[in-house]
């Protein structure tokens, strides 16, 4: 018998998993994308009832849990920031296999098919590794479950009972997994995951139950109308698919290096790391050469515009070119250059030193351009 504790166990797992903070706000792509899978999918044991009549088993029998097998398919959307929302198809079978927990050994057989619609919530977690992207999440939707001639029959005992018909209630779901972006295939990525799949409350179904009317080899049999119940039907799978997001393009080849000028320049570049408007040690080196620079020229007012690549909104990304601007402008003024010569501008993810599609992460693209005229 499979134990609450045990049914709960998968569940309190991917709980836990999604209470973790978040190893970084990161995603490999932003729009829509659409998905397969499918793998080995294991039934837990199913409570029943039936009612207090002579055609019934009692409370305490349950559907034999069962190896089976699991299929979905999905489209969704990518909001850039590691958060996907997505709509889900998914479909399980098994056989019945029979009950347990009835006064006598039983046989049985049919089979339990599961058709559900569910709407995810997931999340993506760049660890640093560009062929791995953990991810886990949540799901809930509405579930049917059909009960195609499902039997179970007492071994040296002449009942019967055999229950058929469809029923659906709320269902839930809980995901971790992995993908692993294919290289040569923008967009297209592999994955594998596990599922905590369960739907709540009683499901009835219309069935008939044959039963002795005593214990002798030739007792005469009764038969009637019944009711089979089947209580929180649980499952856990195994999956292995495809994922695959519109609209990722190939990163384009690095952009030769400039050749060096004896002349001290008038432009000069400061790049930035993903998501970040803070200096790195070279970037000060770059912002103290420009303000030096500037005292050996005439110039009548040094630009300082900031720029991000296609990763996140358009409205994030505004607003982050500005503060990596603001952050540049601030290190020009401690290095003697004064405030009033300096103008300000953020440019977000226009005018790309690299041209990329969107949801693109390009280092060269993530920059401060100062100019000095």
């Known amino acids: 018998m499979t134990t609450g504790w045990t049914r709960a166990k998968p569940l309190l797992l991917a709980t836990a998993l999604a209470a973790m903070p978040a190893v970084a706000w990161a995603q490999p792509f932003q729009g829509v994308y659409v998905g397969l899978g499918g793998g080995y999918n294991w ?49 399980r079978g098994s056989e019945a296999g029979g009950f347990a927990g009835t006064a006598f050994p039983t046989t049985g057989g049919g089979r339990v098919q599961t058709y559900g619609g569910m709407v995810n919530a997931l999340f993506d977690m ?9 991810y886990i999440g949540v799901g809930a939707g509405y579930a049917a479950t059909h ?19 469809t029923q659906g209630n709320f269902a839930f779901q809980a995901i971790a997994g992995l993908s692993f972006p294919v290289p040569d295939v923008p967009g297209l990525s592999l994955t ?48 292995i698919g495809l994922r695959y997001a519109f609209g990722i393009e190939p990163p384009p080849a690095p952009a030769p290096a400039a050749p060096p000028v004896a002349a001290p320049a008038r432009s000069y570049l400061v790049f930035f790391d993903w998501d970040r408007a803070n200096l790195t040690e070279r970037a000060r080196q770059i ?23 296609t990763s996140g ?13 603001q952050a540049v402008a601030a ?38 351009e100062i100019v000095i005229k």
């Open 287 to 309: 912002i103290h050469e420009a303000a030096e620079n500037s005292t050996k020229v005439q110039y009548t007012r040094i630009e300082v515009n900031g720029y991000t690549d």
């Open 126 to 134: 760049d660890i640093g590794l560009p062929w791995l992207y953990p």
């Open 147 to 165: 009960l195609d001639g499902v039997y179970g029959s007492g071994i040296g005992t002449p009942y019967l009972l055999r229950a058929d018909g």
């Open 192 to 239: 594998t995951e596990y599922r905590f799949f369960g739907v709540f409350g009683d499901n009835s179904y219309a069935g008939t139950m044959t039963t002795p009317a005593g214990y002798g080899a030739t007792a005469p049999r009764t038969s009637g109308p019944t009711t089979l119940t089947l209580r929180n039907e649980y499952n856990q799978g195994v999956l």
């Open 43 to 91: 039934r837990d044991e199913i409570d029943t009832k039936t009612p207090a009549s002579p055609f019934a088993l009692g409370n305490q029998v349950r559907l034999n849990d069962a190896n089976g097998y699991v299929g979905l398919g999905s489209i969704g959307y990518g909001f850039g920031n590691g958060l996907r929302l997505e709509v889900e198809g998914n479909f």
């Open 331 to 368: 290190e020009l003024v401690r290095d003697g250059v004064p405030r009033q010569s300096i103008t300000i501008q953020g440019f977000g993810e226009t005018h790309l030193l690299v041209p990329t599609g969107p949801g693109v992460r390009e280092a060269q693209n993530r920059r401060v």
């Open 313 to 325: 909104t358009r409205q994030y990304n505004q607003g982050l070119s500005i503060r990596r601007a």
